[in-house]
């Protein structure tokens, strides 16, 4: 019977892959024309502001068609007019679509890798609501940094994936990087931790052109505030342990 449920999902995800892609080029084309009508001629923040809000009506619109309707827990928790650093777990490329328009506020930008930036029409979107880095360069590492910055002072949240790249491990999370906990320390912004659940179930690290039907979650938790004298290492673990704990204590249940 195992044998059998196995091979029926790996058959269904395959042609369920094939209608997520479709409906997820048609809603962005669709999406499209506001977008470039009445945000990308704007400037920052504004363009980024009204990208987000654009944003929100399409993935609500796509998520339920791809059989992936989002939860949102804690949105109670982020203070009207207050930029943060919000940190997440990394298991899928998933995440990316759900973590932009899901997290509160007027809008927040992600760093993201620079490559996805050069895919025709997707790259225009991506772009907007990103702050690009190549990794394999210091000097874009150096910008990327500043950028970051520019985005919190802006009231912008910050989007950081502290993982570095999707999670392969049979762990509840990779290590962490260094570089959202060291924004915090440099700029004395909160952080909010926000953990993503289901997106591995739905987009398995270990199948390729695969996509399974199944409710997401995202909950954000209590934000974290540096405190005087703390150093990049003690507040990444602090934020680790957090994160950590959480994911696996609720991540059958969620």
């Not at 804690?74 to 998933?94: M, S, T, W």
């Not at 959202?180 to 320390?185: N, P, Q, S, V």
């Not at 934000?223 to 680790?240: C, H, N, W």
């Amino acid at each position: 019977m195992s044998s059998l449920k196995n091979t029926f999902w790996n058959i269904f995800a395959r042609i369920w892959a094939v209608w997520v892609i479709l409906i997820f080029v048609i809603t962005m084309l669709i999406f499209m024309i506001p977008f470039l009508l009445f945000a990308y001629p704007l400037s920052d923040p504004k363009r980024t502001i009204r990208f987000i809000s654009f944003s929100r009506v399409w993935m609500g619109v796509f998520l339920p068609l791809a059989g992936t309707p989002l939860r949102i827990k804690g949105r109670e928790k982020f203070v009207k007019d207050q930029p943060y650093i919000v940190v997440c777990n990394h298991n899928a490329l998933l995440d990316v679509p759900i973590t932009s328009p899901g997290i509160p506020g007027r809008g927040n930008k992600t760093i993201a890798k620079m490559e996805m930036a050069k895919i025709p029409v997707f790259g225009l979107l991506y772009r907007t609501g990103s702050v690009l880095v190549d990794r394999s360069s210091e000097t874009s590492r150096r910008d990327s940094f500043v950028k970051m910055k520019d985005a919190l002072e802006m009231g912008l949240h910050m989007c950081i994936y502290p993982e570095g790249t999707r999670n392969k491990t049979n762990e509840p999370l990779k290590s962490f990087h260094d570089g959202a906990f060291r924004l915090a320390l440099n700029t004395g912004k909160p952080i909010m931790p926000a953990v993503i659940f289901n997106t591995r179930k739905v987009m398995p690290i270990s199948k390729t052109f695969y996509f399974r039907p199944h409710p997401l979650a995202m909950h954000f938790l209590d934000p974290i505030t540096p405190q005087p004298g703390e150093t990049v290492e003690s507040l990444k673990q602090r934020v680790f342990v957090i994160m950590r704990d959480y994911y696996s204590t609720h991540s059958a249940r969620s």
